[in-house]
């Protein structure tokens, strides 16, 4: 299944806020489709699908990709649940996301594809990338550029002259450069999602 690259306003109506998908609030309420004020009652497949979404317009990541994520947490040490997270926030476009370059993951994705980011001094276009702790990552620009390319609007409630990075991020705005510092944790990630429903729709499909 290909990334999405239709209407993000009527993925949000669906699945609720998608910070990493799109900054914009809807001015319908109701889902999207000819029976979305329906009351009808989802089933428990239905539900855990709907988390599934949830990770995947986020993230921005493909079903190939998200499936080899799940495989490769089941793999590790540790709920496999926290691993999926992890791995999916130490992506490097999720680490541009995260310190404020950029206003969603789209647009952070955006930056490394076209060369604007660095990871220990050597430029990186891959998204997917996975960072570790000391790793070190800048914009190529500097300063100026890091300006031109982040957003000047509020991000999770926060205007741009008082954003803070994520815990995890060790942050120099004024040289537009960040070190990772340490492995995320639970109540630090960005995506609303209940990630043990993602464990049980994975369940048997893979």
Known sequence: MSRYRGPRLRITRRLGELP?????VSMKQT??????????????YSIRLQEKQKLR?????????????VKKARRQVGSTGERILQLLEMRLD???YRSGFAPTLRAARQLV???HIQVNERSVTIPSFQMKIGDTFNHKGGLESTKQSAYKGPIGGQSQNNLTAASHINLNREEGKGI????IGRQDVSCPVDEFLIIEYYSRKI
Do not use: A, R, W
Not at 57 to 69: A, D, K, P, R
């Open 31 to 44: 889902p999207p489709g000819q029976h979305g004020s329906s009351p009808k009652k989802p089933s428990q």
């Open 180 to 183: 990772v510092k340490q492995i």
């Open 20 to 24: 990493g998908l799109t900054n914009k």
């Open 94 to 96: 999720t680490i541009v």
């Open 57 to 69: 317009f986020h993230y921005g990541v493909s079903e190939h990709q998200l499936i080899g994520i």
């Open 113 to 115: 594809n076209h060369g």
